[in-house]
């Protein structure tokens, strides 16, 4: 499982921390364009099943950040992809995390059927 603060959440702090430094700057297309592939990432993990509260924040940080760079309030929606990297991030973590659970509970469950059934196989050659 990745870092939280991957490399995708490195460069979109860093791209907001420029742009929010000078005021005025736009969001370029490859800055949304990358988040919106986090988006993407998050929803390929399974944040749909698993995290869809944060995946729903993070869409609609994403709208409100493409609203406010389209008024022209840059400083906004570079907080706004900062705030969409984040909540995506975390989707992707929480569904991740919730695969990884699951697979796990299947694991044991296995692991908990061939035990029986090694019970089951010794008690048969103790009393044949």
Known sequence: MRNVMGPTLSIAISSIAIGCASSGIPVTPAQLA?????????EAAGAFERAPDLLQKARQALGAAQQASGRGDHKIAHEHLLETTT??????????????????????????????????????????
Not at 34 to 41: C, D, G, K
Not at 87 to 112: F, H, L, P, S, V
């Open 34 to 42: 990358e988040t919106e592939a986090t988006v993407r990432s998050a």
């Open 87 to 128: 909540y995506a991030e975390a989707a992707r973590a929480r569904a991740e995390t919730e695969g990884k659970k699951r697979e796990a509970a299947m694991i044991q469950q296995q692991a908990d059927e061939l035990e029986a059934k090694v019970i089951q196989i010794q008690r048969q050659l103790q009393n044949p």
